[in-house]
């Protein structure tokens, strides 16, 4: 049974994302942990390294580590592995907030301060506001010097029912 099965069974029904990690913490189960475990599920998260270290109400702390195969000429890690990070914590941040049934990312941007080149990094995420519809959430990137390397934001759109699109065609 994987952590996602396990979770649902011991919080019994819910209708939102956002219930589920109520839920779940309630139970008392470490959501952090059971992240853990979905992202060494998928190759490319496990692939890069990526760890949640603490996930709160809006807020989600992760790391994950220099090394040589994410990295691009000139000995930095990739941006396209930088943008991937900030995606998945941000997602995971609103994921938090989420009244709805699924999420997905509308539009995201990175500025990058400074090239990561000192590991391990943190990822720290946070919800700046959440609508109806939209969330805006916005991630900081610092290296193990704790410069900031780079600053993300974003905005997700949160599907209410199952059948929801976020679009206006056959509407």
């Known amino acids: 049974m994987s952590a996602w099965d396990e979770l649902i069974k011991g919080v019994g029904s819910i209708s939102s994302i956002k219930e589920l990690f109520l839920k779940a913490r309630s139970a008392g189960f ?9 992202l060494r599920s998928e190759p490319l998260f496990n692939f890069i390294g990526l760890e949640f270290v ?13 090394k040589r195969e994410i990295l691009r000429k000139g000995g930095m890690v990739h941006g396209g592995v930088v943008m991937t990070v900030i995606d998945t914590v941000l997602g995971t941040a609103v994921m938090t907030v989420n009244d709805g049934v699924d999420q997905y990312t ?22 700046i506001r959440a609508g109806r519809h939209l969330a805006v959430a916005e991630a900081h990137v610092y290296d193990a010097n704790k410069k900031l ?8 759109f ?3 029912n199952s059948g929801q699109r976020g679009d206006n065609r056959n509407s």
């Not at 470490?30 to 979905?38: P, S």
């Not at 509308?106 to 919800?127: D, M, Q, S, Y």
């Not at 390397?149 to 997700?156: L, S």
């Open 158 to 160: 949160m599907v209410k």
């Open 54 to 66: 603490e996930i709160g109400d809006g807020f989600v702390r992760a790391v994950f580590p220099y």
């Open 106 to 127: 509308a539009e995201l941007k990175v500025h990058f301060l400074e090239p990561l080149v000192n590991g391990p990094f943190t990822v720290e995420g946070r919800v």
């Open 30 to 38: 470490n959501v952090a942990e059971l992240m853990n475990n979905y």
């Open 149 to 156: 390397c780079a600053v993300g934001i974003g905005t997700w």
